[in-house]
């Protein structure tokens, strides 16, 4: 049974969690829509200013199995901060050893440890191997929510008004 560790991820991870990233994308059949590159990872993960941060998932002998990352978020109703599990990502080597719910985990202790009065994120409707999980560790999908979204050009010209 192979053992892992979670550590705090820095700029040198920086390629290993742009390849998370495509990958993830590539599963979700959305790998065109990837924009990111090293350098913008490095910048907006480490850069001054970052409000996100991540770990990496780790063997004892260093070989990446996976990735979170995530920011906080804020509650007016709670009055407290959440946090907002951007992306979770398990390598197809490492899938069924218990690195997704070891990483959930790991959030989990971080939201309590910061005060944060949620622990949210969001799933494709078609993903019941993730979806399992969530079930299995206690979550509860939230259907009364409709999530929007505004980008690129319709962004801008919003923006422009």
């Known amino acids: 049974m192979t053992a892992y560790r979670i550590r705090p991820a820095s700029v040198s991870d920086a390629g290993t969690i742009l390849r998370f990233i495509r990958e993830l994308a590539d599963y ?16 907006s993960l480490f850069g001054e200013g970052s409000v996100t ?32 599990l951007e992306d979770l ?4 080597d490492h899938r069924g050893a218990g690195v997704g719910k070891m990483l959930l ?5 971080i939201a309590i440890e910061e005060g944060c009065g949620r622990f949210e994120w969001s799933v494709l409707d078609w993903n019941t191997p993730a979806i399992r ?29």
């Open 53 to 84: 941060r991540a770990v990496i998932c780790e063997t004892e002998a260093g070989e990446p199995a996976g990735s979170a990352v995530w920011f906080l978020s804020y509650s007016t109703w709670q009055a407290k901060n959440g946090l907002y």
């Open 28 to 43: 979700e059949k959305a790998l065109h829509e990837v924009a990111a590159t090293e350098e913008t990872i490095a910048s």
């Open 133 to 161: 999980v969530y079930d299995a560790i206690g979550a509860e999908p939230q259907s009364e929510w409709v999530r929007y979204r505004l980008s690129g050009d319709k962004l801008k010209q919003f923006a422009e008004g």
């Open 89 to 92: 990502y398990v390598t197809p």
């Open 105 to 109: 985990r790991h959030l989990a202790r």
